[in-house]
């Protein structure tokens, strides 16, 4: 099956600190990318869709300041935790899909954030 | 828009059954089933186009009645590694929810040896 690899698996850093979060698709060219956020014990929350070569399509309540999204390339998008905060500690998780409908989104392993 | 998913939780004997049901108060174009173990990303189950499609993969299967918008995930004989947490992601019509999932709440499965 489809693989997404997503780096760093998890990330501990002082408060103010930008974090950068990679994702890549590895056997096919994702021309849409999704980014989404885990709390404890919730579901998987859509911060924001991907798509190569545009600006990001970020979800109601998300700031775009603060969730910087960059999809380059076909197998590579980033999100930037810029200033993180306590608050922003939580699992993010990519996704990445193919450029035709009716297909699954295949997820990264997910990164886990703490923030001190 | 969140699809709604029943049961929150079940308990099960390896060897039982379970249905989870998904609804959806919107049109659906699509709904995708995802297991999730604790502390790892979404694994992807399957995902149902139409009306009336039904589908399966071992003991795991799944319905989707498109006129009542809900869709409904079979575990039969559980084991053990059916263990997780449910989710079923519900995809939209329209140009602007294209490929875009909106993730019921989670239906917590523990099968007991």
């Known amino acids: 099956g489809a693989v997404v690899s997503q780096h760093p698996s998890w990330v501990i850093c002082k408060s103010g600190t930008s974090v950068k979060i990679e994702c890549r698709s590895l056997d096919f060219q994702a021309t849409t990318m999704f980014w989404y956020r885990q709390f404890p014990k919730q579901s998987l929350m859509l911060m924001a869709t991907?798509?190569?070569?545009?600006?990001?399509?970020?979800e109601q309540g998300v700031e775009k300041d603060k969730f910087l999204i960059n999809h380059a390339s076909l197998t590579l998008s980033t999100l930037t935790v810029t200033s993180a905060h306590p608050e922003d500690s939580s699992f993010y998780i990519c996704?990445?899909?193919?450029?035709?409908?009716?297909?699954?989104?295949?997820f990264g392993d997910g990164t886990r954030l703490s923030i001190l | 828009q969140q699809p709604v998913q029943s049961p929150q939780a079940v308990i099960l004997r390896e060897g039982e059954d379970a249905v989870i049901n998904c609804s959806s108060s919107?049109?659906?174009?699509?709904v995708h089933w995802y297991r999730q173990k604790h502390g790892e990303a979404p694994v992807f189950l399957m995902i149902?186009?139409?009306?009336?499609e039904q589908k399966g993969h071992e003991k795991i299967s799944a319905s989707f009645n498109e006129k009542k918008q809900q869709s409904s995930l079979y575990l039969t004989a559980s084991q053990l590694s059916y263990s997780g947490t449910y989710f079923c992601g519900t995809e939209f019509p329209g140009g602007t929810s294209y490929g875009k999932l909106t993730f019921g709440q989670g239906t917590i499965l523990t099968v007991h040896p």
């Open positions: 996704s990445a899909g193919r450029a035709n409908g009716n297909q699954p989104q295949h």
């Open positions: 149902l186009l139409k009306g009336g």
């Open positions: 919107k049109a659906l174009y699509s």
């Open positions: 991907s798509n190569e070569g545009s600006k990001a399509t970020y």
